[in-house]
């Protein structure tokens, strides 16, 4: 809680905003909100709705916050009341802020799942249904190259392209398929930490050919996790290729990993390119890439197995600074 003045200056401030800002009270009285908050943070969001609450109002809002000193962000609640004078006129705002990252991510991740599982629904309808015709067309169409080869080689050559190019559906189709069929696991109690190692040295030699400097902090030991091996594998190695091929000029590669008391943390970390807020919400749909001769499904699948594990994937990136993924999965219990 906070009490600001017209000229956006802090006048008054409470232990807890002095905490979730990060300074000290003397580094926040008597300072601006732009100061505190950013230029950029302070025009776009802070402003328009500071000076509605000056023009009387009680304004309420939910949005994201980056600090100056911290790479995390927070999602705030944030409400200002008007504060008048004994000639009614408003020459305060006190602000009232709650972080709420907490819920807003748990309902991002509920959203996506559910956004998934729909994409999922119709991309299996529509693949069944595009499968039988494509074989139909390559069939065909190897049936006319063998016709036309006697007496048209330049047909016959066109025809190649049919031929590559139904096959070229068929791969995309079956991928989709892959992606969207119902997946049997065979979940068994383990050491998780076993697992990332090896999928560590797994990529030790492409980092090394690219320039990319690493750095492993993962205990021996791990909580009892339940797990499926493969597809655990295979949603590691996909985080991780995916940050190599975020730094193709060089850079570092952190992985972590903290046994907790009820879960179990797994930081992957990159100085690589970084993505841009609009990306961050598309990154986890099916077929959503920048890459060249990238698929898109890299993240879609890892999503689909931390669900299966009832585990939970949060980012973090900048453009330009690089990418923290942080993967947390709960420990079992008898
Ligand atoms: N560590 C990362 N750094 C930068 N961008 C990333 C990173 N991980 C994922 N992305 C972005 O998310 C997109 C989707 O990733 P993914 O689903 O694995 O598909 P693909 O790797 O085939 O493009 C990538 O094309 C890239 O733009
Ligand atoms: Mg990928």
Avoid at 152 to 172: G, Q, R
Avoid at 201 to 213: F, L
Avoid at 305 to 315: A, L, R, S, T
Wanted: proline share 3%; hydrophobic share 35%.
């Amino acid at each position: 809680m906070t009490l600001i003045n017209r000229n956006y200056i802090y006048e008054a401030v409470n232990d807890s905003y002095c905490k979730a800002c990060g300074k000290p009270r003397e580094k926040i009285i008597g300072h601006s909100v732009s100061q505190i908050w950013g230029e950029e943070q302070f025009e776009n969001i802070i402003k328009k709705h500071m000076d509605m609450c000056f023009q009387g109002n009680e304004v309420h809002y939910q949005e994201w916050f980056n600090f100056s000193d911290a790479k995390r962000r927070k999602f705030y609640d944030v409400a200002y009341y008007p504060f008048y004078n004994e000639k009614k006129e408003v020459t305060h705002t006190i602000v009232v802020t709650r972080d709420v990252t907490e819920n807003k991510l748990l309902e991002t991740q509920l959203l996506r799942s559910e956004r998934l599982a729909g994409i999922g629904e119709l991309a299996a309808g529509v693949a069944h249904e595009i499968r039988n015709p494509i074989a139909i067309i390559k069939s065909t169409s190897q049936y006319c190259q063998n016709k036309f080869q006697s007496y048209d080689k330049e047909l016959k050559e066109l025809m190649e392209i049919f031929v590559e190019t139904s096959d070229k559906i068929d791969k995309t189709v079956r991928k989709l398929l892959e992606f969207a069929k119902p997946q049997q696991s065979r979940m068994r109690k383990g050491n998780i930490m076993e697992i990332l190692k090896k999928v560590c040295s797994y990529i030790e030699g492409k980092c090394a050919e690219q320039n990319i400097e690493t750095n492993y902090e993962i205990p021996e030991t791990s909580l009892p996790v339940l797990f499926d091996e493969d597809k655990l594998n295979g949603a590691f190695l996909n985080l991780m290729l995916n940050a190599v091929e975020a730094m193709p000029n060089g850079g570092k590669l952190s992985v972590s990993a903290v046994n907790k008391k009820d879960e179990i943390e797994i930081k992957i970390t990159d100085t690589g390119k970084g993505i841009s807020p609009d990306n961050q919400r598309k990154i986890f749909n099916p077929f959503f890439t920048t890459k060249k001769t990238g698929t898109g499904l890299g993240l879609s699948l890892v999503h689909q197995v931390i669900n299966i594990h009832h585990g939970k994937i949060n980012v973090y990136s900048k453009i330009g600074v690089g990418t923290e993924i942080i993967l947390i999965f709960p420990v079992y219990k008898k």
